[in-house]
């Protein structure tokens, strides 16, 4: 009968959040650590603070090695704003140059 008992990888013996682990059976049928990593809550937009869509949920640490079109969307503002707040500015430029020509007439 294999054994249900795994002990701890490195040092830190406490289950905290940063640190938290299960136990993973081999195909040798031994019971080993797996590091559970913590996941993150996702690119937020700067103006509205709402969860970017279309960008992947990584830590920030992790950035560097993903591809360029994980990281962004195809859109003026794509990796730090969402489509909603592009939209209001960019109708506010609008307003506000239409504004400017009226006051010429």
Known sequence: MPDHRWTRVGRHSYNTKQHSARGVRT??????????????????CSDCK?????IKHIRSSKYHATKKRERT??????GSCCASCVKG???????LEEQKAVKKV
């Open 27 to 44: 195909p040798g049928g031994t019971l080993k650590a797996q590091r559970i990593y913590k996941k993150s809550t996702g690119v937020k």
């Open 73 to 78: 969307v195809s859109r003026a503002y794509g």
């Open 89 to 95: 500015r960019i109708m506010r430029a609008f307003l």
């Open 50 to 54: 709402v969860v970017l869509p279309g």
